[in-house]
């Protein structure tokens, strides 16, 4: 792959008129999937050429258990059932098995990006990365829905911070997005899509790639950063080698049990700068003095007594009431108001307004250790 870096103005791509990062990577000639059509063309392989290949959908594993020994690893769904396997693979995003070695070596983050309509050929196609921090990137991609306007779609992406961090400002990073390709990109029509995602950054920015630490039959593929297609795949070539036994020289790069010795500063201030905040939010009062006052449509973390409860109200009047102790390490989730979820600021657990785990480590609801739903019509106060 061609990758360029360029550093001066005069080497930017088209329209950068008053740009604060003179660097950039420019990475041409890009082959671009269609992450759902890559999916479908893999499922068919899978189970239309390969004998015995079934696919489950909707089956929740709770646990993971390795027997430390040949006789291989079982699950347990969450309705209960065993499933035996000599090995398996945990390609759960973040690995439900961990509670905290892998959680110390990576950071889960939200990221921003907005689809603008371009006329086609307008911006040489390829990927751009600048160097800031946190970075941006652009790239170009057909219109699907469209495909004879004449038009293509500029997406423009960054703006990534700590999932559960600084929530107040995240409509603010759209702004700042679309300030920034505007003012890079005067050509940029009309704003087609915007939306978020998660990606979880490794400190030492490699991906973990192999057997999980600890165990003798599992094995994990995380840490993707913003390139998870690539590296998954570089993780199914590597880790089909460990299990049978052959040698590949890419085994200790990725090797989940590495060491973060080449930064153990930014290690140490990464796991100060989550836990710490995280734990505080116990002593700290509530973001709502009174549920009667929450707009429907919205939510808040409030205090019981001794307790933190998350609260939304649905858009009926009816609040859902459940527990704000995220289940993988009992750290407090926050109320994100732009995507009405509640994300734990700890590793980036993230949950739906109504509690449930939509986001690992965690591997359970908020629900599950505590949940009330009050009707608007069995309170005394009426809900417009
Ligand atoms: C805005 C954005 C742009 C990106 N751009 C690129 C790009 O250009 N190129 C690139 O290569 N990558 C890109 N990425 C990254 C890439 O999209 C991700 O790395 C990738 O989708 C992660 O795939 P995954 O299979 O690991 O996780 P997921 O897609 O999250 O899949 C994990 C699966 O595990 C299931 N699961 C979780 N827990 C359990 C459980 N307990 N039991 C059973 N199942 C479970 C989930 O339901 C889910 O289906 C981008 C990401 C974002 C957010």
Redesign the pocket.
């Known amino acids: 792959m061609t990758v360029q870096l360029l550093d001066s103005k005069e080497q930017l791509p088209v329209y950068p008129v008053d740009y604060p990062s003179p660097h950039w990577l420019k990475f041409s000639n890009q082959g671009q999937f269609h ?1 759902l059509k890559y999916l479908f063309g893999i499922s068919q392989i899978l189970t239309k050429k390969l004998q015995n290949c079934k696919i489950y959908t909707n ?4 646990e993971v258990v390795d027997d430390e020994s040949d006789k291989g690893v079982y699950v347990i769904t969450s309705e209960g059932k065993r499933v035996d396997g000599k090995k398996i693979v945990l ?4 690995p ?1 098995n961990d509670r905290i070695t892998m959680y110390t070596k990576m950071a889960e983050y939200r ?3 907005m689809a603008f309509e371009v006329e086609k050929g307008i911006i040489p196609r390829a ?1 751009y990365w600048d160097t800031d921090k946190p970075y941006n990137y652009h ?1 170009l991609t057909d219109d699907d829905t469209n495909p004879q306007s004449g038009k293509e779609l500029l997406i423009v ?1 960054g703006k990534d911070n700590l999932t559960g961090h600084n929530l107040g400002e995240f409509e603010d990073r759209y702004t700042d997005l679309e300030d920034l390709a505007r003012k890079k990109f005067p050509v940029a029509g009309k704003l087609r899509y915007r ?6 950054e490794p400190i030492d920015r490699l991906p973990f790639l192999g057997l999980n630490p600890g165990n003798k039959n599992v094995y994990i ?2 840490g ?9 795949t570089i993780g199914a070539l590597l880790i089909k080698d460990l299990i049978y036994g052959i040698k590949n020289p890419w085994k200790h790069i990725y090797c989940p049990s590495r060491k973060m010795t080449h930064n153990p500063l930014e290690y140490i201030k990464h796991n100060l700068e989550v836990s710490i905040p995280s734990y505080l939010d116990y002593v700290k009062p509530g973001d709502c003095p009174d549920i009667e006052e929450l707009k429907p449509g919205d939510g808040c973390i409030i205090r019981e007594g001794l307790w933190k409860l998350a609260v939304y109200k649905d858009t009926n009047g009816t609040l859902y009431k459940f527990s704000a102790i995220c289940p993988h390490l009992k750290a407090l989730v926050r109320y994100n108001p732009l995507e009405k979820t509640f994300d734990c600021p700890f590793h980036g657990s993230r949950f739906d307004r109504f509690g449930k785990a939509i ?2 480590p965690a ?1 359970s609801n908020l629900t599950e250790e505590y949940c009330e739903i009050i009707p608007a019509k069995t309170r005394t106060t009426t809900v417009e």
């Open positions: 992450p089956t929740h594993v709770n390609g759960t995003y973040a439900i990221t921003y990006a990927l790239r992406g939306w978020s995602g998660q990606v979880i593929i995380t993707d950063s913003g390139t998870g297609m690539t590296n998954q986001n690992g591997n």
